[in-house]
């Protein structure tokens, strides 16, 4: 249910993000060889899940607490500067996010929308800007899945690292889900 979900937010972030050349799904983390691919088709959106913040049963149903972000990538162009074009990007995602569930059933409303600068000098000097909008979604996993579908749901790890030159950003986190 979980990359349905990731889908469906890659569909409704593309539609939304006019003037951005693509919205793509990525598993996790990425590094300045990724960075660097991404910089030659801006502006460009990435999907991740970050982390799963908690998790409950509802009935039968495993409601799983995600975190997402979407990382906007850009290097402006003639018309508009990087920095001025990431915050348009930004306030149009965070506008697209809020209260959204993707037309998917699986997907409770977004919420806890927070926005954040991933600026240093490295990225600076190499002419890119990236933001994250992140926000917490609950994903419904049900019990019509069969036993191989999921590899591990008692433990979900994601691990999110940005390198640019000397400097690099590391997010990771592991959670623990009881059986039910």
Not at 42 to 69: F, H, R, Y
């Amino acid at each position: 249910m979980i990359t349905t979900v990731q889908e469906s937010i890659v569909s409704g972030l593309s539609a939304a993000m006019v003037g951005m050349t693509s919205v793509t799904a990525h598993g996790g983390a990425f590094n300045e060889a990724e960075l660097r691919r991404w910089a030659v088709k801006t502006p460009c959106g990435i999907v991740v899940p970050i982390q799963a913040n908690s998790s409950k049963m509802v009935s039968t149903t495993l409601v799983v607490d995600v975190e997402w972000a979407f990382f906007i990538v850009t290097t402006g162009s003639s018309q508009i500067n990087r920095h001025n074009q990431a915050l348009n990007f930004a306030a149009l995602a965070m506008r697209t996010i809020a209260n959204n569930r993707w037309g998917n059933e699986n997907a409770q409303v977004a919420n806890s929308i927070k926005w954040e600068s991933l600026y240093n000098g490295s990225l600076d000097s190499a002419g890119v800007t990236i933001h994250s909008i992140s926000w917490n979604q609950g994903v419904c996993i049900g019990d019509g899945f069969a036993d191989g579908d999921f590899l591990d749901l008692q433990r979900i790890y994601t691990s999110i690292a940005v390198t640019a030159d000397e400097a690099t950003i590391n997010a990771e986190d592991m959670i623990e889900l009881e059986e039910p």
